[in-house]
């Protein structure tokens, strides 16, 4: 098992990715409030994450692009949860509330 | 059964329990406690991989700074919010079933899927240490992308600090 490849099997690693990702997807649909349904984008970028880190290590010729674009995708994950806060705290300025079901008009 | 075997299911039964945790927690609070636990488990899965650096910046990024972030968000809302009990609606029903069915579609598929087998007596790294090998990767094939990142960075962090700073025209 230790010299005929890597440990863990990449089909166990995807399988956890795409589980990771479904229960993302399922936060984002049902949440009311606007935070949980950032943290729930967050889990699927995190699920996206896992299988770029996992094709780096685990293909039949491993490089480091993988680890390298996954870095990329957490620095843009940063901004987006920095610009969609942002758009959360103006929002709850002006309507008092962080529920989807509010935001609903164009303008106010 | 290995030793990185057991550490791996080990994880995924963590991440994925804080996961579940997230989607029924009902105080906002309680949410971002958890999503705090999924990420941590996340960087573990990525020591396991060899990706040492992304690892820790895993740690950085997401378990300490965005999770504050959020911590932060919550409490200058409404921090008593409460999720209202969750009812099987027609809405919910609809999303429960369309992620199971995608759920399926790539399960599936992963397993029809024959695999490569890794060739493990290449080194990723190149000889170097994995933080080595990366900043070559980032600086030399990488680097524009690497300069464009930095230029959404910052463009990103100025539009946050003007939306959420208070104009005078709403008071």
């Given at each position: 098992m230790a010299n005929s490849g890597f440990p863990i099997p990449i089909g166990s690693v995807l399988a956890l990715a795409a589980i990771l990702f479904c229960i993302g997807l399922f936060g984002v649909l049902t949440k009311r409030n606007l935070i949980m349904v950032l943290v729930s984008m967050e889990l699927m970028l995190n699920a996206a994450n896992i299988n770029l880190v996992a094709f780096s290590r685990i293909q039949s010729k491993p490089n480091l692009s993988g680890q390298v674009f996954s870095l990329f995708t957490i620095t843009i994950a940063a901004a987006e949860i920095a610009v969609g806060l942002a758009l959360l705290l103006a929002f709850f300025r002006l309507r008092q509330s962080s529920e989807v079901k509010d935001l609903d008009s164009h303008r106010w | 059964m290995s030793g990185p075997l057991i550490a791996f299911y080990v994880i995924a039964l963590c991440v994925l329990s804080c996961a579940v945790l997230l989607l029924s927690a009902r105080r906002v609070i309680h949410m971002a406690l958890s999503v705090g636990g999924v990420f941590i488990g996340c960087a573990a899965l990525y020591l396991l991989l060899d990706a040492e650096f992304v690892g820790v910046a895993q740690i950085l990024i997401y378990a300490g700074a965005i999770t504050i972030l959020i911590l932060f968000a919550i409490m200058l809302t409404n921090h008593e919010a409460q999720e209202p009990p969750f009812r099987w609606n027609v809405r919910n029903v609809l999303s429960a079933l369309g992620c199971l069915l995608l759920c399926a579609v790539i399960l599936l598929s992963i397993r029809r899927t024959a695999w490569p087998v890794p060739?493990?007596?290449?080194d990723i790294n190149g000889g170097n240490s994995n933080p080595v090998a990366i900043g070559m990767a980032l600086f030399k094939q990488y680097a524009i992308p690497f300069e464009l990142v930095s230029l959404l960075l910052i463009v990103a962090l100025v539009g946050a600090v003007l939306l959420a700073r208070s104009r005078k025209e709403d008071e």
């Amino acid at each position: 098992m230790a010299n005929s490849g890597f440990p863990i099997p990449i089909g166990s690693v995807l399988a956890l990715a795409a589980i990771l990702f479904c229960i993302g997807l399922f936060g984002v649909l049902t949440k009311r409030n606007l935070i949980m349904v950032l943290v729930s984008m967050e889990l699927m970028l995190n699920a996206a994450n896992i299988n770029l880190v996992a094709f780096s290590r685990i293909q039949s010729k491993p490089n480091l692009s993988g680890q390298v674009f996954s870095l990329f995708t957490i620095t843009i994950a940063a901004a987006e949860i920095a610009v969609g806060l942002a758009l959360l705290l103006a929002f709850f300025r002006l309507r008092q509330s962080s529920e989807v079901k509010d935001l609903d008009s164009h303008r106010w | 059964m290995s030793g990185p075997l057991i550490a791996f299911y080990v994880i995924a039964l963590c991440v994925l329990s804080c996961a579940v945790l997230l989607l029924s927690a009902r105080r906002v609070i309680h949410m971002a406690l958890s999503v705090g636990g999924v990420f941590i488990g996340c960087a573990a899965l990525y020591l396991l991989l060899d990706a040492e650096f992304v690892g820790v910046a895993q740690i950085l990024i997401y378990a300490g700074a965005i999770t504050i972030l959020i911590l932060f968000a919550i409490m200058l809302t409404n921090h008593e919010a409460q999720e209202p009990p969750f009812r099987w609606n027609v809405r919910n029903v609809l999303s429960a079933l369309g992620c199971l069915l995608l759920c399926a579609v790539i399960l599936l598929s992963i397993r029809r899927t024959a695999w490569p087998v890794p060739d493990a007596s290449v080194d990723i790294n190149g000889g170097n240490s994995n933080p080595v090998a990366i900043g070559m990767a980032l600086f030399k094939q990488y680097a524009i992308p690497f300069e464009l990142v930095s230029l959404l960075l910052i463009v990103a962090l100025v539009g946050a600090v003007l939306l959420a700073r208070s104009r005078k025209e709403d008071e």
